[in-house]
């Protein structure tokens, strides 16, 4: 088992910016390909990003791609979201996920979730 924490999460003007962190146990967070998704009410948790297990892949969902930005640190098992230029409709509740899978951009590819961090982007 592996538990993920985010962080990060809040309220922010349309245009600003929000860090989310996604601090992972245990000492195999190298071995995992990590991703975001989001999940706003009534609708399908959707795929934001991943990033490989050296960071060398980064794969974006085409509404992000350009303002958000996926990285990590493996010494610290942590992965981030660097989110600017937010929009109303970034407004979702956020989660981290884990898995093993070379496909990193469904959720079924995924194992290991977060409890997730609210994300709302005021007009």
């Known amino acids: 088992q592996v538990e993920l924490v985010e962080s990060g999460g809040g309220l922010v003007q349309a245009g600003g910016s929000l860090r989310l962190s996604c601090a992972a146990s245990?000492?195999?967070?190298?071995?995992?390909?990590m991703g975001w998704f989001r999940q706003a009410p009534g609708k399908e948790r959707e795929f934001v990003a991943a990033?490989?297990?050296?960071?060398?892949?980064?794969p974006y969902a085409d509404s992000v791609k350009g303002r958000f930005t996926i990285s990590r640190d493996n010494a610290k098992n942590t992965v981030y979201l660097q989110m600017n230029s937010l929009k109303p409709e970034d407004t979702a509740v956020y989660y981290c996920?884990?898995?093993?899978?070379?496909?990193?951009?469904?959720?079924?590819?995924?194992?290991?979730w977060g409890q997730g961090t609210q994300v709302t982007v005021s007009s």
């Open positions: 245990g000492r195999t967070f190298s071995s995992y390909n």
């Open positions: 996920a884990a898995g093993d899978s070379p496909i990193v951009s469904t959720t079924e590819n995924y194992h290991y």
């Open positions: 990033i490989s297990r050296s960071g060398g892949n980064t």
